[in-house]
């Protein structure tokens, strides 16, 4: 159990920079951080997530959680891409189960659904969700207040007031949950 700290068993160094990890942070025993990774206050990391910042950053904001089987890479700098793309993930996001999160940059309250793919590139603006098994071509931009689905993926719609509201709620439930394990978890 971790309690706003890494051991390491998970933190893994390279060259140099070592994770950065905020208050009431909680990772589970499983998963494994590399390098240029910053965590805010209150993030939660689940069973087996790989999240590699090794040829550039990876920064997730407070309240976001990162669920079962997420891996999070980011691209290196190169001629052809000076910055490379680094992967930014805001507050009070979701990322559900078995995702993959490559060089992109997701605004607050986002919903990232099982198992979706968003690519190199991508901006998703605050207040999205994305369905379940989407993949997000790179570079698209997902404007704010609209759900999208499939492969690729499309605008569906406008989200509904509920819709919107769970954004924010499901973070929530998860600062409430990865609180629990703190408390009771036991190894
Ligand atoms: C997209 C989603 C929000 C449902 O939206 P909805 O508007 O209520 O969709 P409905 O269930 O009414 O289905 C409407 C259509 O979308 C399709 N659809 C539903 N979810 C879809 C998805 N993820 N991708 C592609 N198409 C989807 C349905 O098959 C249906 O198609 P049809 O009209 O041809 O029959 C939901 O299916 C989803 O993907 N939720 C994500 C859940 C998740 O992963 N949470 C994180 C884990 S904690």
């Keep these: 159990m971790i309690k706003g700290k890494l051991t390491d068993t998970h933190s893994r160094s390279y060259r140099g920079i070592t994770p ?103 901006i998703v603006e605050d207040d999205v969700f994305i369905g379940a098994g989407s993949l997000v071509p790179p570079n698209k931009i997902l404007k704010s207040g609209y759900l999208y689905v499939g492969n690729p993926v499309k605008q569906a719609r406008l989200l509904k007031g509920s819709e919107a509201s769970f954004l924010k709620q499901s973070a929530i439930n998860y600062v409430e949950l990865k609180d629990e394990y703190i408390e009771h978890e036991q190894v």
């Design 20 to 122: 950065q990890i905020g208050n009431r942070v909680y990772i589970d025993a499983s998963a494994v951080l590399v390098g240029d990774i910053t965590l805010a206050d209150d993030v939660s990391i689940w069973p087996l997530v790989a999240a590699r910042g090794d040829v550039n950053t990876i920064t997730i904001g407070a309240r976001t959680n990162i669920q079962d089987g997420t891996v999070l890479h980011v691209t290196r700098k190169s001629s052809a891409n000076p910055e490379g793309n680094l992967l930014a993930i805001g507050e009070d996001v979701t990322v559900g189960h078995k995702c993959m999160l490559h060089g992109c940059v997701l605004g607050d309250r986002i919903l990232v659904g099982m198992g979706a793919i968003i690519m190199d590139g991508v």
